[in-house]
């Protein structure tokens, strides 16, 4: 039984350390780069627009995106190792 407990114990703060890393990347390219960074990434052209207003409007979007697939990919793996996979 403590076994079955400690190993629920490390598969949770696997799965939260993954959240945490997430939605660090996430602050960072919605936040920081769409809005606090902006000025200092106005002289970088991207697509025809300068790049903070790409990473406003259409970058954190992707990097969204790119989130949801790499939390899926990488739940899957903790979820093999820990023997909870569906």
Not at 1 to 18: D, S
Not at 29 to 52: E, K, M, N, T, Y
């Amino acid at each position: 039984m403590a076994e079955n407990n400690e190993n629920g114990h490390a598969y949770w703060k696997a799965n939260l350390n993954l959240i945490t890393i997430c939605l660090i990347i996430w602050f960072i390219v919605s936040f920081g780069f769409g809005l606090l960074l902006r000025p200092a990434l106005s002289g970088i052209s991207v697509g025809g627009s300068d790049l903070g207003f790409w990473f406003a409007q259409q970058g954190s979007i992707w990097v969204f995106l790119g989130l949801i697939f790499f939390y899926a990919y990488r739940m899957n793996a903790i979820d093999k190792k820990y023997g909870v996979e569906e």
